[in-house]
């Protein structure tokens, strides 16, 4: 399967990623390709005078090749970790100022408040704060104020314990020291204390960037989820200075209800900002791309390419991340079909593509009955005009899968949970509804990208292959027959 979007597509159940985060290191593939191009040309008419057939260098082929397909000027553009510059950022005008006029503070030395900034996935959150943390410490740096940036994606770390050693790896990272305990083998006491040593040694002020901080739930038998208690820590070790650096927490979350999961203790604590991030239209989408269409040569990307991008992606979420993907992705089909252009349908392409590979990035992560929840429900949204489902008919089917292979059978409400937490990832929406006064109330699930491509997904798992498609269809069809 074709998924140069992410790695790791399929299973996943041991993720235990040791290597750059998301969020970390930027794509080493950008292209200067025409830099290069004209000064190696000159050497490769030296050559070809010398030897004098028509046997070209691997070098030479390499950079004809590189011009017959070169589509993408400037791969960086299209790299969704990538903080582009101030002006290529649109519409977020309003959060830019706030997150700066929080984080200004910073450059007074001074403690700046916490923020909490939450939305559904690609609406800038990551690049706001990065791009605000960058200016600041261009700016601390002529004004001789140490100042870290100090950030972790929280989607790859389990447990409490890995999040403290990855903030201090990073703190090290920032003040280019080394972290002096090990990863295993110590408790949590350590790994803060090291933390605190290499902020406070190293550090006038710092901000902690805890990306997807809603991932971190941590471990299961523990009351509080992990998140809570590493926001109680670091805020109090702030205010009670064991850190003596003046720091500032900004958590960054999909989850507009974590605050909710947030515990008292932590809230006595954290008391942030809130900053709002709301889903992009089609209009603001297709500025964002306009922006970003230098990531191609001149002239190579037809009239219509980016006003369908922008209205898939609007379509689904308003999401940029994924404006950003259909339109490298539509130019990397473009260019390995040898096409001159992208093309219209190099982006309906891309759509099929990345929309797989959406789904295949938050599946990899769910337990099996989260699988079988949403593989019952998108199997009934598959099968109906509208592409959504009822709670109630998507549990009998839940039920039937269940049976099938045996495993553990939760009850309605906890499927419905089960579901509800799914809207996180903002693949599944729901909507009370009753259909007439005699019939009681169920949730409507509907999907944000097609049915089918969750099932097929989904069918990726063994356990839940060895149903067949045809059978549950059946099983799916009959209920919804029965539905009143
Ligand atoms: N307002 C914007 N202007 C330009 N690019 C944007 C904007 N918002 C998001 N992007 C781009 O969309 C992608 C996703 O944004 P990101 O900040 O990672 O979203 P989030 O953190 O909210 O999930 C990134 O490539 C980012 O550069
Ligand atoms: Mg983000």
């Excluded at 090990?182 to 710092?206: C, M, Q």
């Excluded at 500032?248 to 008292?264: H, L, P």
């Excluded at 040898?338 to 093309?343: F, I, L, Q, T």
Aim: overall charge negative; hydrophobic content about 35%; some cysteine.
């Amino acid at each position: 399967m074709g998924t140069d979007d992410f790695e790791n597509p399929r299973e996943n159940t041991g993720k235990s990623k040791d290597g750059p985060t998301e969020d970390g290191t930027p794509s080493s593939d950008s292209s200067e390709r025409p830099e290069s191009l004209s000064s190696s040309e000159s050497e490769a008419a030296d050559d070809s005078q010398s030897i004098e057939d028509d046997s070209q260098s691997i070098e030479d082929m390499l950079l004809e090749f590189d011009q017959q397909e070169g589509l993408i000027r400037d791969r960086s553009l299209l790299d969704p970790n990538h903080i582009v510059e101030e002006d290529r950022i649109v519409g977020r005008d309003s959060q830019l100022q706030e997150v700066t006029k929080m984080l200004r503070v910073a450059l007074g030395d001074n403690r700046p408040p916490n923020l909490f900034l939450y939305g559904p996935s690609g609406t800038g959150k990551s690049l706001i704060t990065k791009a605000v943390c960058k200016n600041i410490s261009e700016i601390c740096e002529t004004r001789d104020i140490r100042f870290g940036t100090i950030e972790v994606n929280c989607q790859d770390l389990d447990t409490l314990g890995v999040a403290i050693y990855e903030l201090a790896n990073c703190a090290a990272d920032e003040a280019q020291v080394e972290v002096e305990v090990p990863k295993h083998g110590v408790a949590t006491k350590e790994k803060w204390d090291e933390l605190y040593r290499i902020v406070n040694e190293n550090f006038d002020s710092a901000v902690f960037v805890l990306d997807e901080l809603d991932m971190l739930v941590g471990r299961r038998d523990k009351q509080e989820p992990a998140f809570s208690r590493l926001l109680y820590q670091l805020s109090r070790a702030g205010a009670n200075n064991e850190l003596t650096a003046h720091i500032s927490v900004v958590a960054i979350s999909n989850d507009t209800k974590m605050m909710e999961s947030v515990g008292s203790r932590a809230l006595s604590s954290f008391t942030p900002e809130d900053v709002h991030f709301d889903d992009y239209d089609a209009n603001q989408l297709q500025s964002i791309l306009r922006r970003r269409q230098d990531a191609f040569f001149e002239n190579v990307l037809d009239e219509d390419v980016i006003p369908l991008a922008a209205a898939f992606a609007a379509q689904t979420h308003g999401d940029a991340r994924k404006a950003i993907d259909l339109m490298r992705v539509a130019g990397e089909l473009a260019e390995r079909e040898g096409d001159d252009n992208v093309r219209e349908v190099h982006v309906r392409q891309a759509q099929d593509k990345v929309e797989k590979n959406r789904v295949l990035e938050v599946v990899r992560g769910i337990s099996t009955q989260k699988k079988l929840c949403l593989y019952a429900t998108a199997a009934v949204a598959a099968e109906t005009a509208n592409e959504a489902a009822r709670s109630t008919t998507g549990y009998r089917v839940y039920q039937f899968l269940t049976d099938a292979i045996d495993a553990e059978q939760y009850h309605q409400e906890t499927y419905v949970n089960k579901m509800k937490e799914m809207t996180t990832y903002s693949l599944v929406d729901f909507e009370r509804r009753s259909h007439g006064p005699s019939s009681g109330m169920f949730l409507e699930f509907q999907f944000g990208e097609r049915p089918e491509t969750i099932l097929e997904t989904l069918r990726e798992d063994s356990r839940i292959n060895v149903v067949s498609p045809g059978e549950v269809s059946s099983v799916v069809k009959a209920q919804i027959r029965d539905e009143t």
